[in-house]
């Protein structure tokens, strides 16, 4: 049985899109513009959280190393910004490329590895990465580079104006959302769940199961690339911190805590984390703690995620 009935599960993500469409002109007539970048930041890693559960929830590859594909996308799009290139047109598609070639290279050789190496080899390239990044002393090196303003959109949309900003992440999310769940529902998409639940039985059938999940690692890298671009506007400053393996463990645990391989649970994990956060951090300043005994108890209390407590669908 569905912890909802089946038409409101069909329902409640055009139901969270029209809260978040409503979200701004609620904040604005409650005098609470602050929650507007509040949101925006929860979207953007929603985002990045959405791009890692494509691979782990769906492919079965648990990577500690996918805050690269977001650093390299952040410091790609601060980098051209600073270099003069500032027109969003331009930037932007070559960050996500950036990113894309940067998961490619990766998966191409953690690929061949498995379980536990895997993981270790994830590890291993976004930390050399976040080396990389605190050594360019030209872009600010471990101290972060400061972006001289917000990308250029042109078409009358101004990304320095928060609302226009917000909507510009929104509507971005809700694309790659919706691409994501085209692809899971594609032959491709069935075909990676094959590989995830037996590579070996794939194999024997006739599927290129290392070229699948290649290229799902790649389309995670871009995806985590676009959300590094936003998260770079977003802040107007970038910084290693964003590249380092604790940033990966972040959305990990935002997957878990939204739910493995649920369409939306990078959405449900990564607004849960990022409220709790921010709501307990105003009461506390022991709020770690505090955030560590909650996601412990939301994760006995709801082991298959926040999501599971919705569906028992696994996809």
Same mark, same amino acid.
């Given at each position: ?45 929603? @985002? &990045? +959280? /959405?791009?890692?559960? !494509?691979?782990? $929830?769906?492919?079965? =590859?648990?990577?500690? #190393? ?30 996500? @490329? &950036? +990113? /894309?070639?940067?998961? !490619?290279?990766? $998966?191409?050789?953690? =690929?061949?590895?498995? #379980? ?30 400061? @972006? ?168």
């Amino acid at each position: 049985m569905s912890g909802l009935p089946p038409r409101l599960l069909r329902a409640l993500p055009w139901l969270l899109l029209a809260v978040a469409v409503a979200l701004p002109w609620i904040a604005q007539a409650l005098d609470q513009v602050f929650y507007i970048g509040v949101a925006r930041r929860i979207l953007i890693f929603a @985002l &990045a +959280a /959405a791009s890692l559960n !494509l691979i782990l $929830g769906f492919g079965g =590859l648990v990577s500690l #190393g996918h805050a690269a594909f977001f650093g390299v996308g952040a410091y790609g799009v601060g980098i051209l910004m600073v270099e003069g290139v500032r027109s969003a047109w331009i930037a932007w598609p070559l960050a996500v @490329l &950036a +990113a /894309a070639a940067f998961a !490619l290279a990766i $998966g191409a050789v953690s =690929l061949r590895t498995r #379980g536990v190496y895997f993981i270790m080899i994830t590890l291993a390239f976004a930390q050399m990465v976040y080396y990389v990044a605190v050594g360019l002393k030209t872009y600010g090196g471990e101290d972060g580079l400061n @972006l001289p303003g917000k990308s250029q959109v042109g078409l009358g949309i101004d990304l320095s104006h928060d609302i226009t900003f917000y909507y510009v992440v929104l509507a971005l999310f809700a694309a790659s959302m919706f691409l994501l769940n085209r692809l899971i529902d594609s032959r491709f998409g069935r075909a990676l769940i094959g590989v995830r639940e037996n590579e070996s039985r794939m194999e024997a059938i006739g599927f290129a199961t290392y070229r699948l999940r290649l290229i799902a690692f790649v389309i995670a890298g871009a995806l985590a690339g676009l959300a590094g671009v936003l998260f770079a506007n977003h802040n107007s400053f970038v910084s290693p911190v964003v590249l380092h393996w604790t940033q990966s463990a972040t959305l990990v645990i935002m997957v878990i805590l939204g739910g493995i391989g649920y369409r939306y649970g990078g959405l449900y994990g990564a607004a849960t984390l990022l409220l709790l956060e921010e709501v307990l951090s105003m009461y506390t300043e022991y709020w770690h703690l505090a955030l560590g005994v909650l996601l412990l108890v939301v994760v006995f209390a709801a082991p298959r995620g926040l999501a599971g407590l919705l569906t028992r669908k696994s996809h």
